[in-house]
């Protein structure tokens, strides 16, 4: 399975989930790759010194001597999980690639070159519709999206919709909504429950059963290179991760 994980706003847990979903997939002893495309390469640092990385997904795309497989590292943990790192450098991608007819097909090229080395790949996407996103979407075979449990939580979904169907249409008619996952929810307040059955109107059984509760234990993990598996145990956010890693396998 490839699952891109996906939305054009920031701020809804898209980082969080991909970090952590990644880690639970590797702990059930699945080869996993967790592809950074986002220039703030927090995905990348959650489990690696970006520092010490030589190549980034900058150079897969820009350099054709350069390859995925080249830029793959090892997590410093769980076993089983591997990095392809991102940079900043990410940022001038689409202003580097204008008029380049393979543009949205690069990364797709670039998964074929590890003929099922990994069982399951996570790509973190930027919070934007770019040709970073696009390239995600046509070498995926499923999308996630986190949907923040907020006032403003179902703007600029259509957008983002619209862009599915366009990448169906051509490139990528294999592309499935594989769910909605609801994030950073806030139990306590009635806001937050009205949020949530607005969701499950719009997307219906697309929705997860699982939550991911607004959590500072999540916030905090990254800064200490860990998943919140190894962070915190026995958290909330620990619980939710993997009962969604449950419902992503029963799935896929």
């Known amino acids: 399975m490839i699952l891109a994980i996906a939305n054009q706003k920031g701020g809804v847990g898209k980082t969080t989930t991909a970090i952590n979903l990644a880690a639970a997939l590797a702990m059930r002893g699945k080869p996993t790759l967790l592809i950074d495309l986002d220039p703030q390469s927090n995905s990348s640092m959650s489990y690696i010194d970006i520092r010490n990385a030589e190549k980034s997904m900058y150079d897969v795309f820009v350099d054709n001597a350069i390859h995925l497989a080249d830029v793959i590292v090892p997590a410093t943990s769980p076993p089983n999980l591997s990095i392809a790192p991102a940079?900043?450098?990410?940022?001038?991608?689409?202003?580097?690639?204008?008029?380049?007819?393979?543009?949205?097909?690069?990364?797709?090229?670039?998964?074929?070159?590890?003929?099922?080395?990994?069982?399951?790949?996570?790509?973190?996407?930027?919070?934007?519709?770019?040709?970073?996103?696009?390239?995600?979407?046509?070498?995926?075979?499923?999308?996630?999206?986190?949907?923040?449990?907020?006032?403003?939580?179902?703007?600029?979904?259509?957008?983002?919709?619209?862009?599915?169907?366009?990448?169906?249409?051509?490139?990528?008619?294999?592309?499935?909504?594989?769910?909605?996952?609801?994030?950073?929810?806030?139990?306590?307040?009635?806001?937050?429950?009205?949020?949530?059955?607005?969701?499950?109107?719009?997307?219906?059984?697309?929705?997860?059963?699982?939550?991911?509760?607004?959590?500072?234990?999540?916030?905090?993990?990254?800064?200490?290179?860990?998943?919140?598996?190894?962070?915190?145990?026995?958290?909330s956010g620990a619980a939710e991760y993997y009962s969604l890693c449950e419902e992503v396998i029963d799935r896929a």
Do not use: W
């Open 87 to 235: 940079r900043i450098a990410l940022a001038k991608l689409e202003q580097r690639m204008v008029g380049e007819l393979d543009a949205p097909f690069r990364l797709k090229d670039e998964l074929a070159t590890l003929n099922g080395r990994y069982s399951h790949i996570v790509i973190d996407c930027p919070p934007a519709l770019g040709l970073l996103t696009i390239n995600a979407l046509v070498a995926s075979s499923h999308l996630l999206i986190p949907i923040q449990s907020s006032y403003f939580a179902l703007e600029g979904t259509d957008d983002l919709l619209e862009t599915i169907e366009k990448v169906r249409q051509r490139p990528n008619p294999e592309l499935q909504i594989l769910g909605v996952v609801i994030t950073m929810h806030d139990k306590r307040t009635a806001l937050a429950r009205d949020i949530q059955d607005q969701i499950r109107k719009v997307f219906g059984d697309k929705v997860f059963r699982t939550v991911i509760s607004k959590s500072v234990r999540l916030e905090e993990s990254p800064a200490y290179r860990e998943s919140i598996f190894t962070f915190a145990p026995e958290s």
